[in-house]
C-alpha cells in the first residue's frame, strides 16, 4: 500500500507505491482466484494516527491484553512508539511478596498474599536474540547477576513485586526473580522494563529495591534509539545507598527529585549529588535534599559562580536541614542581601563571573527550634 495508504488510479488503471517500488492492479476473472483467498476475511488498514487515537482509549491492562491478542497488534504498538504518547500512571512501587500466616495441620504456616498478576503471553517477550547477545545473557546468568538491588530487610528476598497503579482503585501486579535462571526470564525482565519505560508515572519512590543499572544496559545491550529511563513527575530517594543514586543519574528523569539521606559514605555521596545538580538540568527540574553535608553546598555554589559552562545546573534546589550552617559564611560578599522583617530569611544573588547575565537566586531560612 502507498505510503498515504491509497491507491492512485490512473485512465483507469490502478497503482500503488511499496518500499520504494510500483505496482499495478490488473483486473482478473472470478475463477482465478484461488479457493484460500476467496475464504479468507478482509483485513481493515487504519492510518498509524488512527491506531494510535484508539490506543490512547485503553488502560495498562487492556494495553498488554490488546498485544497478546495478536502477533500483528504487538508489532504495531512496537513500531509506534516513538510517536505515542507514554501511557500515564499514578505511581510505581518495588517491595517485596507480602506474607500472612494461616492456620494449616495444626500449625502457623506463611502464605503469600496472592495479587492479580498480569499475565504475559510468550511471543511478546518473543524477540530475535542475536549470538552475541545471547552469549552475554547466559554470561549474565552465570555470574548471577541480579535484577534487583536490595537492602536492608529486603536482602534476602527471591521475588521482586512490581506494583503499578492506574488510580486510587485500580492496581497491576507484575512479577520477577531478583536472580534471573534462564533465557526466558531474562526475555520476560526485558520486555516488562520496556513497558515501564514507555509508562510516565506521577510518584516513584526507591527505597530498599532498585533495578539493577548493569542488567538494563545487558537487556538492552544491542537496542538503539530506545529510552532506557522511568519517567515520573515526583520522585524520593529514601536509601542512602551509591547504587540508588547510580540508577538515579542513569535511568530517572524525573520534574521533582528529593533526596533523604541521613547516613552513607560522604565521599562517595557527594561526588554522585555534585553531579546530579551541576549536570543534571536535563534530566531534573528542582531538587530537594534533606540533611546535605555543608561542604556541598559552598561547592555547587562555586560552581555556579566559576565554571564556564553551567547550562546543565539543575534549575531549581534546595537544602532542607543543613547542621553546622553559617549564614553569615555564606552570605558573605554577595550581591543583593536582603535580610526580611522575620529576621529567619536572607536572600542573595549568584552571578557566574563568564555570563554575568545568567542568575541564581538563594534564599536561605532559619527553621525554629522546638
Known sequence: MSKDQKIIEHEGTKYYKEKGRWYRLVQIEEDSVPADIKNKTTKISFPQETQL???????????????????????SLTNMEKNWQRRNLLSLNLYRPVYDEKWEKNKFVKVQVEHKFVEIEPHLYDFELS?????????????????????????????????????????????????????????????????????????????????????????????????????????????????????????????????DLCFGDEEIMGVLLFKILAKGGNKFLNVTYEYPDVELYFSIVEYIETSQDISKVVKEIKFETMVKFSIEKAAKNKNKLKIEEDGKTTKFQLFNKHNPKIEFSVTIKVKEEN
Open 53 to 75: 487515537d484508539i490506543f490512547k482509549c485503553l488502560n495498562f491492562n487492556q494495553l498488554v491484553s490488546f498485544q497478546q491478542s495478536s502477533f500483528y497488534f504487538k508489532i
Open 131 to 259: 549470538e552475541q547477545l545471547k552469549e552475554k545473557w547466559e554470561h549474565g546468568i552465570d555470574e548471577s547477576i541480579p535484577m534487583f538491588f536490595t537492602f536492608d530487610d529486603y536482602e534476602d528476598i527471591d521475588i521482586v513485586v512490581c506494583e503499578l497503579q492506574q488510580n486510587y482503585n485500580e492496581f497491576y501486579y507484575l512479577q520477577l526473580p531478583k536472580f534471573p535462571k534462564n533465557m526466558e526470564e531474562m526475555a520476560i525482565a526485558r520486555f516488562v522494563f520496556q513497558l515501564l519505560f514507555n509508562c510516565a508515572f506521577e510518584y516513584f519512590e526507591i527505597s530498599c529495591i532498585i533495578i539493577n543499572p548493569q542488567m538494563i544496559e545487558l537487556l538492552f545491550d544491542e537496542a538503539t534509539n530506545m529510552p532506557l529511563q522511568i519517567h515520573s513527575q515526583r520522585t524520593e530517594i529514601f536509601h542512602d545507598e551509591a547504587d540508588c543514586l547510580n540508577f538515579a543519574w542513569n535511568h530517572l528523569i524525573s520534574n521533582h527529585l528529593g533526596i
